[in-house]
Structure formats: C-alpha cells, structure tokens
C-alpha cells in the first residue's frame, strides 16, 4: 500500500441537478408512512386480542405483550400523523426529487426484477443478468468488460458457496440442464 | 472399453457392498433437516450421522446439516411438506411431528412424508438437583408439602416434556409449574443453579451434570430399565436408575428419533436411504454414541415402521388429548 | 498460580508446525466467510466443521476456533466499508464506523475495530484463564429473572439516547418488539400473528431484516446522491496504526468499561449482542459530547467492538465449564465437541486439560496473529472500494440477497430483505432512528420470554425481579438509566456538572 491516503472521486456526469423539482414532500411521505403504521398496528392488536391478550394466574398470555405493543405503535403513529399534520402546513421539506426519484428506481427496479428473476431462474443466473445488465445500461461501461465481470462474479460465488461450502442457494432450469 | 469400464464398475459396487438395487444415488449434497436449534439432541445426532457418513465413505455426495429449528421445529416440518419429491433432503424426526399438529393447529401430517427408517428411541428420566430429596417418594412427598408448587424445567410448550408434568401431576397428586425453556440444556443448567426444583430431561441433555454430581436421577419414564450397565458416575450406570413404576409411579414415555424423505419419493431413492442408514447403525460412531447418550436401539423400516408410528401416533394423540393440550 | 502451569502447558501443545498451520489456514478461512455477508460465524463455522472431523480433537478445535477468529474480524470489515453487518453484534459498529468511512476514515476506523477486537478477546481470555471456576459457578446464578433484568438494563439504556424526536424512537422500537413476537410463542407454544402463512411461522429472522435495513437501503441512498461510494481507499499504513494506537489511553475508561460489559454479559449466556448495543450507549450516555456520536466518532466504534468480542470470547466460557452456548457459534462449536468425543461441562477441565488449555492457549495465538493478519490483508478488502459503484453495486445487492437467503434457505426472505431496504430507507429519509428497530427485533423474544418464565415460577408477583441482591441490584440499575436524564439533570441544577465543565475546558 502507498503510505499517502488516496482519495477515491469517481466524477460522475449524471449527478443529480440540485435543482430538480420536489417529487413529495417529507411531510407527506410522513403521513402515508404513519397512516399504514397505524393500519398495521390495528391489524396485529386485533390478532393478538383474538389470541387473548390478558393477565391470567400464570402471568400474561401470549397476545398480552403485542396487543399493548401494537397500541402503544399505533399511540406513536397518530402522534407522528398528527404531528406531520401540523408540520405540512409550516414547511415543505423535500422528501426526493425527481431527478434522485430517477436514480433511486434505477437501481430499485433492477434489485426488483432480480428477486423476481432468483425465484424462477435461480440466483445464479439473475446474478450475471443484475450485474452484467446494471453495469451496462446504468454504469455505460463497455458490454464486453459487462458481461465478463458478471461471468467471473457469478462463477467465483458458485463455486465459493455451491462447491466448496456446500451452501444450496436457488436454482432454475439452467442448472437444472447441467446437472446441477 | 465400455465393456471394461463396466467391469471396474461392478468391481467398485462389490467392494462398497452396495446392494443389488443399486439404481438411484444422490447427485447432489444432501441435506439433513434438524427441527431444533444448534447443540440440541437432534442436531448432535446429526452430526453423528454427518461424521460416521463421511468417516466411514458410505456415501459420494456430502452431507449438509441444516437446521430449521425456527417455530420449535414446526419450520423444519414445513419445508418438508414444500419440499415434496426432492430426495436431496431427510428429516432427522422426533415427536413432535404428532404434537405439534395438534397443539399448534400446523397443517401438517407425517403421512404426507416417505418414512424412511426408525434409528432410536429416546428417554425420559426425571431428575432433582442432588440437594434436593433422594427418592422418588420423598420428591413427591415434598412437592406436596410445599407452599408453592414445585417449578419443573422442560423443553417448549405442549410438548413431550411437558405432557410428562402434567401426568406426572395426576398420578401423583403433587403440583407443579411448568417452565418451558429453549433447550434441554437450558432446562439443565437451570436445575443446577436451583432455578427449577426438578426437570424431565433426556439422558444426554443432563448426562455432564449427572457426572459432575450436581444433579439426581429419580426414575426412569419406561417400563423396563436403560439397558448400559458401564458405570457413567463414581458409582452410578445408567441401569441403575430404577423406573418409575418400580417407584410406584406408572407414567411411561419413549420418544421416536426417526428418518423420514419428503413425499413422493420413489422406492429406488427411499431404498437408497433405507440402506444408508442402515449402514450407519452398524459404525462405531454410532454404537457408541447410543451408549454415551442412553438411547435404546432400535431398527424399523418399511411396514414395521408404518405400524409403529401410527401406534405411537394414537398413543401421543391420546396424551395430548387428555393433557388439554390440542388447540382447537 | 496452577493456570499459569497448565497454559504453559497449553502453548507447549500448540506449539508445532503443523497446529501453527492449520491456525493460519482457520483465521484466512474465517475472514473470508465473515467478509461474505450471511455467512459470518455461526454459518461459517457450522459449514467447515466437517473438515475438521478427520483431524484430532486439539487440532480441530484450534482450527475452528482460528474461522471463528477471523469471522469476528472479518465481519467488521463489511459493517464499516460497506455498512453491512455480518452478524447482529456488528451493527452497533456501523453506527460510527461507516460514517468514519465516508469521511475518508475507513482506515482508522477498521484500525480501531481490529484493535478493539483484539483487546476485547484479550481481556475475556485473561478472564477464562485466571477465574475459569469462579466464574461458571456465577453463570449458574442465572435464572428467568435475572435474564429479564438484564434484557431491561440494555432496553433502558437505549431510551432517550437518540437526537430524533421522541415518537419516532417509539415507533422504532415497538415495531421492532411487534415483529419480534411473530411466529411461535414459545412459552404457549402458540402461534401468533402468523394469519395461517407458512412462511410468518418462522418469524422474522433478524439478519434478514439487518441486511434489508442496512445493505440494501444504503444502496438506494447511495445511489440519490451520486454514483459512487462514499468511501476513501482504505489503506491502512503503518502511520494510521500507529496513531490509532497512540490515541488508545484516552480512551482507556471505554475500553475499560466495554471489556467489563462484554466480558459479564458473555457470562450470561446469549449477551453479545446485548453487550455491543450496551457498551456503544453507554460510552455515548457518559461523553461529555453524545450528540457527536453516530456522525464518525472513533470510540463509537471502540466502544461496541470491545464489548462485542470480549463477550463472544467469555461466551466460550459457560460453553466449556457448563455446555451452555453463550452464542451461536459457541452453540455450533459444542457440536462439533460432542463429533469428537468431548462432552462439555464441569468436567471437561478435569477430564480433559490438554484440550481445554491448548484451546485457551489457542485464543491467545489466534487472537495475535489474527490481528496481525487482517491489518495486512484490509487493503486487498478495501480496494473494492475502487471499482466503479455500477459494478459494485449490483455485487453488493447479490451478496445481500445470497447472504439472505443462506441464513433459512428460504426465498420468502429474499423478498422480506426487499421490503426491508424499502423499509430502511424511508425510514432513514423521516428519521425514524433505525437503531432501537434492529435492537428489539434481536432481544425483544428473549425479554418477553424470561420476563414470562419469571411470572410462572413466582405465580405472577412482580416482587421477583426485587427478590435477591443480584436481580435487584441489576434491575434498580435499569431504572436508574431509563431516568438517567431526569437525575443528570438534578445532578447539573445541584451544581456537580457545572464545575466539571469548567473542570475540562
């Protein structure tokens, strides 16, 4: 290692404009974000109720501790919608814009699509897609320098976790073909 | 050359003994499925099987130990019901593939699985800490004299170790409160620091604090005693340790330690295991494990099994039923 | 003085060729698994414990014991470059260590953690050598109520630390106790908020919902900003080491009260995780400045690594004396004991002192040139910080969700690790503190658990948790830091503070 601490700046041309406009405000993510607490806490404190969430002689029951957890959840989340309430009409605070929503669904999407790919393809065969994909399309960098980092990737991690550890992961028809 | 490479073949076969049915063979490593957390009884036993496989090459592919010990155990069930027609993975099972059913309202049903064989039965002996009463009939005497009830140590909730307390409490009358910890060895370090005053441990989970002299054996839930005569204390075999119905007591329990494939298997790939585990019943690994840990040997496959398990299955179903244990 | 014979003894065993070897080949083994996220410790060494089963038992263990080693080392690599813990011990070091990272600090920050690590260990082990006996009889003392008091003193010493508004950090945490609770109750043996899915039944495993929280969202708010890491190469020279290690006695009082919290936690079975959140929060509660903390402060990192390791070292401890695993690699070793014949328990030290003092002995030399071997291999680890992020990034998701699904061998949670980066993140951007989340979801069950067992030994009277000296003490404590705000306050307003302020400046 050089003794001098190198610092790493990858210049990157399609850095979001500071100026993009506000796609949501924080206020409003706040909102929904306490909204569907609220619901999930109503859904579990009625579960745990059916459980039976009493005090009986040996202590409490099963539902006792999440039924008053959900509460107390759902206590926090309408304190944070009223709160988000007020603060909506104050200030408007940027949750994303629409050039960081732009970058953030550029790299969502792909993990999306490869979680859907694992569960029919198998993780091996997503993987090379994900990242041979990623690196082109979203990275611009040659397809040739793509795929074969992908391949090598995909291929050391089978072998570390399918050969030498004998760690099953998911597979799909590929392997399936090969024998594996 | 094919002729030949034939040849070398049936040489191959002959010398590993590979019976005649010799057709199917895992082609990949095979998974051996534990329905409880690492360090307990199953997993040991898994591993046991791991190392006599690999030691003894009785098998090409490896085997993986994989614990699915999540829900107590009901995980393990699950992906094996999932898992149907995949002969890459056996489960190393034991009651609670009838008790959690029940108790639990799981769906699901061992008769979906393809059994495989029965390897050994498990024990239940009733233990106190070696400050506490000596007998039997002083224990009981003295849970009955106390001001609170007696807190009995166990394995999970509705399960073996606590149908065994609440049999015990009918038939003798005393009270106790039931702990269900996460481990038999949890339930015997607790006996040990005073915690509990009793538990129904198997043989292994308390056998290093029964060498250590830290905690009593009283009786055995079996109706004859454990078979090992070699001396495991200073003084003590586990032979010596009386049954409880000598102790004027009679609850009995035996528990199942049993391989199963998940559905649908065909028969090639169930004789292949069939004779696998046959195989490691006969290593010495195996031998002795058994003995260290006080299980009662045992070897039931095909329509021997079938008909055990579905006695032993009437027998828990009952148990459980009587115990108020069945969810409705 | 007998310990100090038998270690002898013990170094004497290890001190060939080949046991010299087979401890290289461990830690390396061991640091590669901890860099790989979902294999980490207890994975790694459940995986590479069948090679070891043709090897004699000290030989075996001194090689399983060298992976665990170089897991625990390796693991906070990860958790610092990329804010990824490997294990659930390493998360409170992404609190300070990532944010040193992105200051271009990687290389002091992965000094401190290593060095942490290693005094941790080291503290632990002198422990295990010295008090062996004393102190497994002390671990015995523990019941279902001074479990749950000490499952409180680490809830009570996590409330109204956070900058965030109060609410959030009750969401926070009763969401993280909620998800907690899913699957099945182990005391009913009920299941509960399951809603007849087979794939709740197992509940939410906490790694699953730590590599969604931190990998996967740190990847979405990486990549709004700009496309690249945030990070510096981290090439650790001797310079950094050295400066690290010269700035080590300032803060003497953390390592010192870290070590002490690892150390009594990893006693009592299960308490690494509860040690690393313990040992970061109380460092930050006692700092002159804790607002500092969690935006790059080095004894933020100092302060969980040397709790995390001293307790998963004395985890070893109940495991041999009393064959309770005080972890789960501890859980995975003592399988691997019972392969080779040796039962764990009071009688091993007696039965079997080659073995149990080649292993002690072995997690001295372990521990040595472990530390030397990551200080030098970091830069090969930390030069992935120069591949552009476009490669990295889908490589990290790939890990993330290899690391998932390894965990249970289940897709289901590839899925739930999905919906926890969407978690993570929007959690992150509103400022809901993700901290108390990760913290309830590890020991909200234990809690709930041990607070219940005590509620039916004692027939439902709170009055145990006051019921002897030990629980009483520890519980009183836990009361002590909930309102620790209230009483500093009381302690500033009598005039106590005001001079230590000026006392410093």
């Known amino acids: 290692m050089s003794q001098t601490e190198l610092e790493i700046v990858v210049d990157d041309p399609t850095a979001p404009e500071d100026d993009s406009p506000s796609v949501v405000s924080s206020a409003t993510v706040e909102t929904v974000v306490c909204l569907l607490l609220l619901a999930l806490a109503a859904t579990l404190g009625y579960d745990n109720w059916r459980t039976g969430a009493s005090w009986d002689a040996t202590g409490p029951e099963p539902g006792y501790f999440p039924f008053y957890l959900a509460i107390i959840l759902g206590g926090g989340s309408l304190y944070g919608l009223i709160a988000a309430l007020l603060a909506r009409r104050a200030v408007r605070e940027t949750f994303v814009t629409r050039a960081q929503a732009r970058r953030v669904m550029a790299v969502f999407v792909p993990t999306l699509l490869f979680c859907a790919a694992t569960q029919f393809l198998g993780l091996y065969v997503a993987s090379f897609l994900l990242i041979a994909g990623f690196m082109r399309v979203v990275g611009k960098i040659a397809l040739w320098k793509s795929l074969l980092t992908a391949f090598v990737f995909t291929a050391i991690m089978f072998v570390t976790f399918d050969v030498a550890f004998d760690v099953i992961m998911p597979k799909g028809p590929l392997e399936a073909a090969l024998g594996r | ?328 | 003085m007998e310990a100090f014979g038998l270690l002898l003894h013990g170094f004497a065993v290890l001190l060939t060729w080949k046991t010299l070897v087979l401890m290289m080949v461990g830690l390396v083994l061991g640091i590669f698994v901890g860099v790989l996220p979902g294999l980490g410790g207890p994975n790694g060494v459940a995986i590479l414990l069948p090679l070891t089963f043709t090897m004699d038992p000290t030989s075996a263990i001194v090689m399983l014991s060298c992976i665990y080693w170089g897991a625990l080392f390796g693991g906070a690599i990860t958790s610092i470059l990329f804010n990824i813990p490997g294990e659930a011990w390493s998360v409170a070091t992404t609190f300070d260590g990532y944010p040193m990272a992105q200051q271009g600090r990687a290389a002091e920050a992965l000094t401190a953690a290593f060095t942490s690590s290693f005094i941790g260990s080291l503290v632990a082990v002198l422990l295990i050598t010295f008090l062996a006996p004393m102190i497994s009889s002390f671990a015995l003392k523990f019941g279902p109520p001074e479990f749950f008091a000490v499952y409180l003193l680490t809830f009570c010493s996590f409330v109204g630390l956070g900058r965030e508004a109060k609410h959030k950090t009750v969401i926070s945490m009763s969401l993280g106790l909620l998800l907690a609770g899913i699957g099945m109750d182990t005391v009913s043996g009920n299941l509960r908020m399951t809603f007849g899915s087979p794939e709740l039944l197992r509940g939410i495993n906490f790694l699953v919902a730590v590599i969604g929280l931190f990998g996967i969202s740190e990847i979405l708010l990486t990549m709004e900003e700009r496309l690249a890491l945030r990070g510096h190469a981290a090439g650790i020279s001797l310079r950094v080491v050295l400066s690290v290690w010269k700035d080590l006695p300032k803060y003497w009082v953390t390592l010192l009260r870290s070590s002490f919290i690892g150390c009594w936690l990893g006693i009592t079975p299960g308490g690494a995780i509860a040690a690393s959140f313990m040992g970061y929060n109380l460092a930050k509660r006692f700092a002159k400045e804790p607002e500092s903390f969690g935006k790059g402060r080095i004894e933020g990192v100092f302060a969980p690594e040397t709790a995390a390791h001293a307790s998963g070292t004395s985890a070893l401890l109940p495991m041999l004396a009393l064959g309770i695993p005080g972890s789960g690699t501890a859980a995975i070793l003592l399988g691997g004991l019972m392969v080779w014949g040796l039962n764990p328990g009071p009688l091993l030290f007696v039965e079997h002192k080659d073995f149990v003092w080649g292993l002690i002995a072995s997690m001295y030399l372990g521990n040595v040139v472990g530390l030397v071997l990551v200080l030098t291999t970091v830069p090969i680890f930390a030069s992935i910080l120069r591949v552009p992020f476009a490669a990295v990034a889908p490589m990290i998701v790939v890990s993330c969700a290899i690391g998932a699904y390894a965990i249970q061998n289940a897709m289901f949670d590839i899925w739930l690790m999905l919906g926890f980066g969407i978690v993570g993140y929007v959690f992150k951007k509103i400022g809901i503190p993700l901290a108390p989340f990760t913290l309830a979801l590890v020991l909200g069950n234990r809690a709930e658990d041990a607070f219940r067992l005590s509620m039916i030994g004692a027939g439902g009277d709170l009055k145990v948790f006051w019921s002897n000296g030990l629980v009483g003490s520890i519980t009183t404590l836990a009361i002590v830091l909930l309102f620790w705000p209230v009483i500093d306050g009381l302690l500033g307003r009598v005039g106590w503070r005001q001079q230590d302020k000026t006392a410093t400046q």
């Open chain 2, 1 to 328: 050359m094919r002729i030949s490479v034939k040849a070398v073949g049936a040489a191959a076969a002959l010398l590993l003994t590979t019976p005649a049915f010799a057709g199917w063979e895992p082609t990949k490593p095979v998974e051996i499925v534990v329905a409880a957390g690492a360090g307990g009884a199953s997993d040991q036993m898994a591993r046991m099987m791991q190392a006599a496989i690999q030691k003894n090459n009785l098998m090409k592919q490896p085997m993986v130990v994989s614990l699915k010990g999540g829900a107590s155990g009901a995980e393990a069930l699950m992906y094996m019901k999932s898992s149907e027609g995949d002969p890459n993975k056996v489960l190393i099972a034991y009651s609670l593939i009838y008790m959690l059913p029940l108790s639990a309202k799981i769906p699901f049903n061992w008769r979906e699985l393809t059994p495989v064989s029965v390897v050994a039965l498990d024990q239940f002996v009733l233990w106190d800490n070696s400050a506490g009463p000596k007998t039997l009939k002083e224990f009981v005497a003295a849970a009955k004299a106390a001001s609170s009830p007696f807190k009995m140590g166990g394995t999970g909730s509705k399960r073996e170790d606590h149908v065994l307390t609440v049999f015990l409490e009918q038939k003798t009358g005393a009270k106790f409160s039931y702990l269900p910890y996460k481990s038999g060895g949890e339930a015997a370090t607790q006996l040990v620091g005073n915690h509990t005053e009793a538990n129904v441990n198997n043989p292994s989970e308390n056998l290093e604090v029964w060498r250590a002299g830290q905690v009593r054996p009283l009786c055995v839930f079996d109706k004859e005693r454990i078979s090992y005569t070699t001396k495991v204390t200073e003084t003590q075999s586990w032979a010596d340790i009386p049954t409880c119905k000598e102790e004027g007591v009679d609850v009995q329990y035996l528990m199942l330690r049993a391989m199963f494939l998940p559905g649908k298997a065909t028969p090639e790939q169930q004789a292949f295991y069939v004779d696998l585990f046959h195989k490691v019943t006969q290593t010495t690994e195996y031998k002795e494990y058994m003995e260290k840990q006080a299980l009662k040997p045992i070897f039931l496959t095909g329509k021997d099994m079938v008909q055990f398990l579905e006695e032993d299955d009437a027998l828990n179903k009952s148990l459980m039923t009587e115990a108020g244990f069945v969810a409705k």
